[in-house]
């Protein structure tokens, strides 16, 4: 009797946490389809007269399905440097027998701790000097750069506790360092590989900042930049049409989770015990 | 091993050639655009690409017509010529865009910019063109309406940037909430107190307010100022010579605080789309708004449900009930280093064409056009209109405009405070004065 | 410590992450540090003056408010985060069925932009039109309470924290929910059999087996939210006054509202030492007791043999 009630709270608990959790997935869903003046007089309430303007309005306007891809190429080529360029940094600072790892590595670290803000001015100047502003790589290299701290930090824990004993064997059979780290260490990371990606493809995905400040070319333009299209005179914000453009952007990675749920579950699981 | 090595190269080369690819792109779709200009007798000829860093809304009038003249100057050039718009029209967004930019050595060809203290740090650098002087020399100062062009100017009379747009602004009420709650139309500025408090005695939220975007509320803090002194007080009060604390100063707070008494609750962190809902869905009595937002309030004025008064006046004051808040909005400014015959010709070409198009989309033009005939202009256009060729000669310029950035954002963020009674007059009057003194350094 | 020792295949392991990481974050910081000892409005030259910025920062009111604020927004952050996310995790290991479904649905709030986020706590936050959690409030009679909660400048700060803690607690949950789960069942059976309830075992014995995992969220949350700006910037940009401004958001605001790129370039080298200064105690704090820990290990050790040599 008092173990069912239990469960019974237990459930309770669980669903009224998800309720919270969720909740924005369902109010964004449902200003998405209300009128400009109801979303703003009764934003709470279900869609009295459900309209598909909104959705419309973006179709119309045509550019999102270009600041997606944008927004795709900045996300996956950023994903791809930052996993090839960690997995290595890591891999050279945990299983090397050199005096400059450790100081090396806290000079990666250190890097977590730094707001981006500063680096728009700097890194302006510098892209402008070597001419690639508006371009894809102007978002990628900080994208990169930022993202590399933390995941060396993964990838460096995750070495950290594969056994030396696994590569004197390597180096016992007469394998190269490449070939350890290609055919042996690497497919073992695949777990901090998603856990990575899964983290920042998000992030990056959502980026405004960087965007904002690199890009001024509308053909090079990324979703969250897309958002600000729907702001009009002196501060008015069409928001109905914003959060229409929001669900349509949210959908990608919200598929993409949904579709590697299993995995991404799965290797934070692995990825964080070895972390 | 080796092979480990050159998979690996190959990877980086691979990165690099989408990277490469995606630097390319830019330049492709500009290429493009030239090849469409089908004229080959010009083609040789390298193709003009001018860039505009514009804060309008996108598809806005001000975007269309703008890009509309442009393609067909474009035209009647034979292809060679392009004008790129960028526009972000969140303007803390463009600000922090435009302000990198010229830190990074990189100012646009054209960029938009309001008169204030950053813009006289551009003029002073020399980087922008005088366009008074050049509409003076071309002919064509008195192409635009003499507000519009007065608003642009600086203190000392130059003129740096040109208006594109052309607005008042002003009270819209709700008809039957002041019917219902017998009460009429305020004359003068003790005629509105009482009737916000006879408002919200009925338990009538009085005045809905967008505090997010912060200048709404400024406004109410320049009314009174303006009422005794035009823009003479906000003026003293930036070169140091007048303070917060002075008795114009102290009148204009005390108003904010009894005003503040009135706003919808929680205006703060109300926003623009919020308040004005609010108002059109009748749960404020009055919300002050420009004429840009007329399409908004169309249906409800014809439906006899809306209605507008401008800013209520002062016994024995300096500037009469013709005069409130006129602006022509952020102007267009034009970087001397790429000011060419070029260019110059194209702006030439947009005054000429410029006011008919703007005005055919139910706009307020600043340059003077006759309305065309083959569109049907509303009777709220047409009032208003008539309500801008009689002003009188003074205007309210927003205090934004006037204020170097530091101390506007210390007086646009504890106006809030005041307005909401969180913060005392003294208070405000330190932080105001304290860092118009640093700034003056 | 590693045990290869290819000087070359080091360098071309570690050499590209390390260009992309000195060019992108550590050439902007030696520029900040640089500028930070300058006053620059953007236009024209930059003019050198000493330590006049920091001197400025120091008797600067706003300063101190907001690194005050900050260290509120801090502890509201971490502990959403941490203690939520840890609360969930632990719950959710009891649960049988529909874990990965309940796990993924957790998740959803970190996929979406903060734009969105930002504009659904304005609506819930506010009282015209009445928000969710002053309906709430009213419903259920504590009419009392309600606020205009964005405005009212004893609760401004706590409701800009809580959208950015609400925001990543389904992710630390996930984290830690993995790293209990894969915890080796045989260590606490064991227990179990000695007669521990699960209490016990929670405490005693998973919370200190998850021991690097809490240090790497911990820091990972405190550098988070050290730089956290996006939800606080959008709601409120440190106001009304500068009741709920942050580090982070006042050092935006003087570079790029302000143009006062030297000043705010000055605050910027303050976050990072800041940043610096946590992460190393929180090092320090983990690392020292475990560092006794081991110590006391090693004389016990000792003692046994020395007993044993008697």
Known sequence: MKKKAGKIIFSLIILFFLVIQLYPILWLFMASIKPTVELASTPFSFPHNPTLMNFIKVFKDGKIGLYMWNSLKVTGISLLLIVALSSTAGFALAKFNFRATKKVYAFFTFGIMVPVQITLIPLFIFYSKIGILNTSFSLILPQVGFALPLSVMMFYSFYSFLPNELLEAAIVDGCSTYRIFAKIVFPLTRNTIITIASMYSILIWNDFIFANTFISDSAAKTVAMGLKDYVGAFGNVDWGSTFAAITIAILPPMIVYFVLNRWVTAGMTMGATKG | ?441 | MGILKDKKAFWVFLLPGLLFYILAVFYPIEESIRLSFMKWGGIGDKKFVGFDNYVLMFQDRVFYKAFFNNLIYLLIVVSMQLIIGLMFAVLLSYMKRKVTLVKTLYYVPCIVTTVAVTQLFRSMYATEPEGLINQILNAVGLNGLATSWLTNIKTVLACVSIPEGWRFTGMYMVIFYAALISLDSQVYEAAKVDGANEWQILIRIKMPLIKPILLLTLTMCLTGALRGFDIPFLLTSGGPGNVSELMSTYMYKKAFSSNQYGYGSTLAVFIIIESILVVSLLRAGFTSREDRETRKMQKLKKKGRSVKDL
């Open chain 2, 1 to 441: 091993m080796k092979k480990r090595l050159i998979s690996l190269l190959m990877v980086f080369t691979m990165v690099t050639a989408l990277l490469t690819g995606c630097g390319g792109k830019t330049d492709n779709t500009g290429s493009g655009g030239s090849d469409s200009g089908k004229n080959p007798s010009k083609s040789s000829e390298e193709k003009t690409v001018v860039k505009w860093l514009a804060s309008r809304p996108v598809d806005g009038a001000i975007d269309l017509t703008m890009r509309e003249i442009a393609k067909q100057y474009s035209e009647e050039h034979g292809g060679n010529w392009e004008l790129q718009v960028e526009t972000t029209a969140d303007r803390p967004s463009y600000l922090q865009k435009l302000k990198t930019l010229i830190a990074g050595n990189n100012m646009p060809d054209i960029i938009d910019i309001d008169a204030d203290p950053y813009c006289k740090e551009l003029v002073d650098a020399g980087m922008l063109v005088d366009v008074k002087s050049f509409l003076k020399d071309e002919g064509k100062y008195d192409d635009f309406y003499p507000i519009a062009l007065k608003y642009q100017e600086f203190t000392d009379g130059s003129m740096y940037t040109l208006p594109l747009e052309y607005h008042v602004e002003m009270i819209w009420y709700n008809k039957e909430i002041f019917a219902a709650n017998k009460v009429e139309v305020p004359k003068t500025v003790d005629e509105w107190l009482d009737v916000c408090a006879k408002l919200k005695a009925n338990g009538i939220t009085p005045i809905s307010v967008d505090g997010v975007d912060r200048w709404p509320v400024q406004r109410y803090l320049a009314m009174l100022p303006f009422r005794d002194t035009g823009n003479d007080y906000i003026i003293n009060l930036r070169d140091g010579k007048a303070s917060m604390g002075d008795e114009t100063g102290m009148k204009s707070i005390k108003f904010l605080q009894q005003m503040g008494q009135y706003f919808n609750e929680g205006f703060a962190a109300t926003d623009y789309a919020t308040a004005q809902s609010l108002f059109l869905d009748g749960k404020s009595a009055m919300y002050y708004i420009g004429d840009w937002e007329q399409a908004a309030m169309l249906e409800q004025y014809e439906a006899g449900k809306v209605d507008y008064f401008y800013l209520p006046t002062t016994p024995d004051g300096k500037t009469g009930a013709n005069e409130f808040c006129v602006n022509s909005g952020i102007g267009m400014a034009f970087n001397t280093k790429t000011f060419d015959e070029k260019t110059k010709d194209f702006i030439l070409y947009v005054i000429d064409n410029y006011g008919k198009i703007y005005a055919g989309r139910q706009q307020m033009s600043p340059i003077k056009t006759e309305l065309p005939k083959d569109i049907k202009f509303t009777d709220l256009y047409l009032r208003i209109q008539k309500d801008m060729n009689n002003t009188g000669e003074h205007f309210l310029k927003p205090w934004d405009t006037y204020l170097d950035s530091g101390t506007n954002a210390i007086m646009q963020d504890n106006m809030l405070l005041v307005a909401s009674g969180d913060m005392s007059a003294e208070d405000f009057i330190k932080l105001v004065d304290d860092s118009i003194a640093v700034n003056k350094q």
